[in-house]
């Protein structure tokens, strides 16, 4: 936070993002509430349909590296956002691009893909889109 001092005055300048914060936040609750349902339906799918052993596993591997990014790309995003800082907001915004990429996985190409996984894919989608809006301003107003 930039202070800037001016005979008695004193005003402040803060960058960080409320909207993104607070994104974050609730971006990090509805990953935990897509990661378990997304992990019921892989099971509950590989016991009513046919499903491949190998597909089953690359499909459960996917949702567990899925899980790794996001929970890196939430930490420095949120961390980038509050210290006000570009690189973490950079790395997290480089994160939200390989988090769309396995959305998009789950939403097109797995194996069996159910209406409930459209539903909560194309949610997940829209999230990763206004954030990445919010973060690419953030960066912005910290260049500045």
Avoid: H
Wanted: proline share 2%.
């Amino acid at each position: 936070m930039a202070v800037v001092r001016r005979g008695k005055e004193r005003t402040s300048s803060v960058l960080s993002s409320l909207p993104l914060q607070i994104l974050f936040y609730v971006n990090g609750i509805y990953y935990i509430f897509y990661f378990l349902v997304t992990l019921a339906m892989i099971v509950y799918k590989s016991q009513v349909f046919s499903y491949p052993g190998d597909f089953l596993a690359r499909d459960l591997a996917l949702l567990f590296i899925m899980a790794i990014l996001e929970a890196l790309r939430l930490y420095f995003g949120s961390k980038g956002n509050l210290t006000e800082e570009q690189a973490p907001l950079g790395l997290s915004l480089a994160g939200s691009a390989g988090s769309v990429v396995f959305s998009v996985y789950f939403l097109v190409w797995q194996t069996y893909v159910l209406k409930a996984d459209v539903i909560l894919n194309s949610v997940l989608l829209c999230a990763y889109g206004f954030e990445s809006v919010l973060k690419a301003s953030a960066i912005a107003a910290f260049v500045s």
